[in-house]
């Protein structure tokens, strides 16, 4: 199911990590309120009963980047 990406730029040369805004993931599942293959008719109860009805715990992912974040450089 969706889930978020935590995304926080790590610059390598001073040390700093720069959060970015959150990234949506979609799954493509059609049991996740989220996708874009979830049917529009599937509402109400039988929806709450048979598919995901939140988000996946968040992944965080911290790319390194070379040289200094935006306020050092
Ligand atoms: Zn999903
Ligand atoms: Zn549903
Ligand atoms: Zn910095």
């Not at 790590?10 to 040390?15: H, I, K, N, R, S």
């Not at 048979?50 to 980047?65: E, L, T």
């Given at each position: 199911m969706?889930?978020?990406?935590?995304?926080?730029?790590?610059?390598?040369?001073?040390?700093?990590?720069?959060?970015?805004?959150?990234?949506?993931?979609?799954?493509?599942?059609?049991?996740?309120?989220?996708?874009?293959?979830?049917?529009?008719?599937?509402?109400?109860?039988?929806?709450k009963?048979?598919?995901?009805?939140?988000?996946?715990?968040?992944?965080?992912?911290?790319?390194?980047?070379?040289?200094?974040?935006?306020?050092c450089?």
């Open positions: 969706c889930s978020y990406r935590r995304v926080t730029n790590f610059y390598v040369q001073c040390g700093h990590g720069v959060p970015k805004p959150d990234e949506e993931i979609k799954c493509g599942a059609k049991n996740c309120i989220f996708s874009p293959n979830h049917p529009p008719t599937c509402q109400g109860r039988a929806c009963e048979k598919c995901f009805q939140h988000h996946q715990f968040p992944q965080q992912y911290s790319p390194h980047k070379e040289g200094k974040c935006p306020t450089a």
